[in-house]
C-alpha cells in the first residue's frame, strides 16, 4: 500500500513538477489480477485499482489489513464505492453477486464480511475503481446503474463545459456514512470541468479521469486559488485534493471523470466559491 502525507499549502507553493506529482498524482492503478492502493493521510481516503483477469480477486489481496487500518478485515471500519470502467464484471458482496457494465457503481457498506471482483472476459477484464472513507455506523450496500444515477446537466458549449454529473453515491440517492461519489461527463466540444472553482474547508476530493481519447491529456488545476499549480493527467490517473486546494480541469479533448469526497458533512453546498478574476 502507497502511503501519501497531508502537505501544506504553504510547502506545496514550492514544490517542483516532480514534487507535485509524487505528491498528489496517483497512476498505474490497474494491474492485472491485482489489488493496487493508495492511502491517503487526507481524510484517511484509500483509493483503489483493481483489474481481474484472471481470477476472481478478493478486496485484502495483498494488505496487511491489521499493518494499514488496525482491523481484522477491510470493511471493519470502512465503506467504499466502486465503479466499473472497463469490460462486464462482478463484484461479489457476502454471496450476492452484482453485475456491473461500464459506469455501473456499487456502494459497500461498513461491516460486510466478504467481497470479490472478477471479469466476464479475460480479454476485455472490468477495471474497479474504487474510494474508500472511514465509517462509524452501517447502512445498506446498494447497486447502482449508470441508467438508474441522478442526472443533473450542467454548464453550456458557449463556455465550454456542457456536461452532466451523475449522482451515485450521493445523500440524494442513498444514505452513507460520509462518503459521496459521482461520474461527470462532458460533451463533445466541451473541456472544462468544477469552473468556475470552489474550495470546500470541511471536505477533500479525489478525482480520476478515464475515456480521455488516445493522445490526448487533461490539465489538473490545484493549489491555493492566489498561486495555482497544475498536473497533467493521462488516461486513468486519480489525483488527491485537499480541502484547501481548487479541483479543476481542462482537457485536449472531452472526457468523464469520477469525483468522491469525503470530510465532515456531505452538504453539497457547503463550500467557498473562488471569483475567476481573481483566480492567480
Not at 450476492?96 to 480479454?123: H, P, Q, R, W
Not at 462518503?179 to 470552489?198: A, C, R
Not at 472531452?254 to 456531505?266: K, T, V
Amino acid at each position: 500500500m502507497d502511503i501519501r502525507y497531508s502537505a501544506n499549502q504553504k510547502d506545496v507553493k514550492n514544490y517542483t513538477t516532480k514534487d507535485l506529482r509524487d505528491e498528489f498524482l496517483i497512476q498505474d492503478l490497474y494491474k492485472e489480477d491485482e489489488v493496487v492502493t493508495v492511502y491517503s493521510h487526507v481524510d484517511r481516503m484509500v483509493t483503489i485499482g483493481i483489474m481481474p483477469v484472471h481470477l476472481e480477486v478478493p478486496i485484502d489481496k495483498g494488505i496487511d489489513v491489521w499493518a494499514n487500518f488496525g482491523t481484522l478485515a477491510f470493511f471493519e471500519r470502512r465503506e467504499a464505492g466502486f465503479f466499473n470502467l472497463g469490460g462486464t464484471g462482478t463484484c461479489t458482496v457476502d454471496g450476492t453477486e452484482y453485475k456491473m457494465e461500464n459506469k455501473d457503481c456499487i456502494y459497500i457498506t461498513k461491516g460486510v464480511n466478504k467481497v470479490t471482483f472478477k471479469s466476464d472476459d479475460a480479454l476485455n477484464p472490468a477495471k474497479f475503481y474504487g474510494v474508500s472513507a472511514p465509517a462509524h455506523c452501517a447502512y445498506e450496500t446498494k447497486f447502482i446503474s449508470i441508467s438508474d444515477a441522478a442526472k443533473k446537466p450542467l454548464g453550456s458549449a458557449e463556455t465550454s463545459n456542457k456536461r452532466v454529473i451523475n449522482q451515485f453515491i450521493h445523500p440524494d440517492v442513498l444514505k452513507t456514512c460520509q462518503l459521496s461519489m459521482g461520474l461527470t461527463v462532458l460533451e463533445s466540444g466541451s473541456v472544462w470541468n468544477t469552473m468556475p472553482v470552489h474550495t470546500h474547508e470541511r471536505r477533500m476530493e479525489i478525482y480520476t479521469y478515464f475515456d480521455i481519447p488516445e493522445n490526448n491529456v487533461v490539465f489538473h488545476f490545484m493549489g491555493d486559488p492566489n498561486e495555482t499549480r497544475h498536473i497533467v493527467m493521462h488516461n486513468f490517473d486519480a489525483v488527491i485534493s485537499p480541502s484547501w486546494s481548487i479541483h479543476a480541469g481542462c482537457g485536449t479533448s472531452n472526457y468523464a471523470f469520477i469525483w468522491a469526497m469525503g470530510g465532515e458533512n456531505q452538504a453539497f453546498e457547503d463550500m467557498d466559491n473562488v471569483d475567476t478574476l481573481k483566480i492567480k
